[in-house]
C-alpha cells in the first residue's frame, strides 16, 4: 500500500479523486471470463503505442470533461497516441465544459483539437459515448452524427439495479450530513456561505474535497498552488471544519463510498462527490454550477438544483425534503442497456450481461489494503510527526542521490572539468528546490501558535 505522501506526491488520482471513481467502475464494468482489464495510468505516454498494439485487443478511455480549454494540451497528446493505434478505440463517456446556459462559445478556439480527437477515435469505433445532451449537441454540431449519449460508468458501478430511499424523515441538527464542493464554486457561486450556514446547523456536517492541493493542505498544511491561499474552502488550515477535523480526502473509492454509508444526505457542486453518496445508498443533491454536473444529472435524474439559483442561506433539510429519486431509480435499467449496447455495438463485453457481475473484482479490491482518508494535520504526536520526517528524509536522500549523479555526469561529459570542481550552478537545482519544498512543512511544525 503506498502512504499518504507517497500518493500525493505522486498524484495517484490524477489531481481530481473524482477520476477515481468512474475509473473503477469501467474497470469493473470491463472484467470479464474472456477480458483482462490493465490500467495504462493516467499520463498519455505516446512511445507506448507499439506496446499496446502488440498487447492489447482495444484501447478503451474512459474520460470526464475533456472538452474544455485547461484540459486541451492533454487532450492533443492523447490524439497522437491515437493516431499511432492499429486497434479500436472506444471512448466510455467524454464531456464538453461550459455554463449553464450551454453556451460553448468558449470552446470555439479548442475545436480543432476536439474535431482531430473526435475523428481520430471514430476511425478507430462504430461510435463515440458522450455524458450528456450538451456534449452531444455541441458535436453533432460540428457534424459528427456517431454519437451516443451513455452518461458515465460511475453509475453503473452496481449494474442494472439501483435502489435508493430516505433512511429519516426529515433532517435535524443530529443528522450526519456531508457536502463537497470546487473552489470555483465557493469562490464564484457563494458555496462558502451555504457551507458556513450548513456547519451551524449541523455539528456532524463533514466536507470531502477532491483535489490534490486539499489533499496537500490537509496533510502538509500547504501547497504551491495558488488556489490553496482561498481561506473560504474548508480543507484551508484557517477554517473552522478543517480546524475541527471535520473534512477529508479520500486516496481510493472503496474507503470513500464505504465511509460516506453513515451519513444520512449528501449535498454540493461536485458531480462526484455526489455520486460517490448515491453508490453508498445516501440520497444527495447536486447544486449545479456548470454544463458538465448539469447534463449528468438531467441524464440520470439525480435530484439538483442551479446554483446561481439556490439561496445561499439555504438549509440542507429543504435540498433533502425536495428531493425526489423517482426518475434516477425507476429509469436505470434503461440507462444501463443503453450503456451496454453502446459497448457491444463497439465489441465490448461486460461483467453484467457475460461475466459473474462483478464478483471477481470486488473480492479483488476485498483482498487490499487501502490507504485511510486524509484528514486535517491538527495534532503533532510523535507517531504524526515520524511519517511525515520520514517520508521527506527518504525524498532528500533520492534527491541528493540525483544530484551526485547529475554532478557526475556533467563532470564526465566536460573534459577540462576536474574532480571536486564546483558545477552546481550548471545543474537544475533539484536538490534546494526540494528543500525549500519540504521545508515548509517542518518550519510550520517548529513555529509556535500565535
Not at 85 to 111: F, H, S, T
Not at 322 to 350: Q, Y
Not at 414 to 430: F, I, K, M, S
Request: some cysteine; aromatic content about 8%; hydrophobic content about 35%.
Amino acid at each position: 500500500m503506498a502512504s499518504v505522501e507517497q500518493s500525493l506526491h505522486r498524484d495517484v488520482f490524477g489531481t481530481n479523486t473524482g477520476n477515481l471513481i468512474f475509473s473503477d467502475a469501467a474497470h469493473k464494468l470491463l472484467t470479464t471470463p474472456r477480458a483482462e482489464v490493465f490500467s495504462n495510468g493516467i499520463r498519455t505516454v505516446q512511445s507506448e503505442a507499439a506496446r499496446i498494439n502488440e498487447e492489447y485487443d482495444v484501447f478503451v478511455v474512459p474520460l470526464a470533461n475533456a472538452f474544455r480549454p485547461s484540459f486541451e494540451r492533454p487532450l492533443a497528446r492523447m490524439t497522437q497516441l491515437i493516431k499511432k493505434l492499429r486497434i479500436p478505440v472506444v471512448v466510455l463517456g467524454v464531456g464538453a465544459q461550459a455554463d449553464l446556459k450551454y453556451n460553448a462559445a468558449r470552446l470555439k478556439p479548442m475545436e480543432p483539437t476536439v474535431r482531430e480527437f473526435v475523428t481520430e477515435v471514430l476511425n478507430r469505433s462504430a461510435s463515440i459515448g458522450v455524458r450528456g445532451e450538451f456534449t452531444e449537441q455541441y458535436l453533432n454540431d460540428m457534424g459528427f452524427r456517431d454519437v451516443e449519449v451513455i452518461g458515465c460508468p460511475s453509475m453503473f458501478m452496481h449494474g442494472d439495479t439501483f435502489t435508493l430511499e430516505k433512511r429519516v424523515e426529515s433532517l435535524t441538527p443530529e443528522s450526519r450530513v456531508s457536502v463537497n464542493g470546487s473552489h470555483s464554486a465557493v469562490r464564484s457561486h457563494g458555496l462558502d456561505a451555504i457551507i458556513r450556514q450548513a456547519h451551524q446547523r449541523y455539528p456532524h456536517l463533514r466536507f470531502v474535497g477532491q483535489n490534490l492541493l486539499e489533499g496537500e493542505l490537509l496533510h502538509w498544511r500547504e501547497t504551491s498552488n495558488p488556489s490553496g491561499s482561498q481561506t473560504s474552502m474548508p480543507t484551508h488550515p484557517s477554517h473552522p471544519m478543517y480546524r475541527e477535523g471535520k473534512v477529508r480526502l479520500y486516496i481510493d473509492p472503496a474507503t470513500w463510498i464505504h465511509e460516506l454509508r453513515e451519513f444520512d444526505f449528501s449535498f454540493g457542486s461536485r458531480i462526484h462527490g455526489n455520486i460517490a453518496a448515491l453508490l453508498a445508498g445516501v440520497p444527495s443533491t447536486v447544486l449545479c454550477s456548470d454544463s458538465r454536473t448539469l447534463e449528468l444529472c438531467r441524464y440520470f435524474g439525480i435530484p439538483h438544483r442551479k446554483i446561481s439559483e439556490t439561496p445561499k442561506n439555504i438549509d440542507p433539510a429543504e435540498l433533502y425534503e425536495a428531493a425526489d429519486f423517482g426518475d434516477l431509480v425507476n429509469g436505470h435499467k434503461e440507462r444501463f442497456l443503453r450503456f451496454t449496447g453502446f459497448m457491444e455495438r463497439n465489441g465490448l463485453e461486460n461483467t453484467f450481461v457475460h461475466g459473474d457481475g462483478g464478483a471477481a473484482f470486488d473480492a479483488a479490491m476485498a483482498k487490499l489494503t487501502l490507504p485511510p482518508a486524509v484528514r486535517p494535520w491538527t495534532d503533532s504526536d510523535p507517531e504524526s510527526l515520524r511519517s511525515r520526517f520520514s517520508w521527506m528524509r527518504s525524498r532528500l536522500e533520492e534527491l541528493t542521490e540525483e544530484n551526485n549523479e547529475l554532478r557526475r555526469s556533467v563532470i564526465a561529459g566536460r573534459p577540462n572539468a576536474r574532480a571536486g570542481t564546483d558545477v552546481t550552478a550548471a545543474l537544475p537545482a533539484a536538490y534546494r528546490r526540494a528543500r525549500r519544498v519540504v521545508g515548509r512543512p517542518v518550519r510550520r511544525i517548529l513555529r509556535p501558535e500565535r
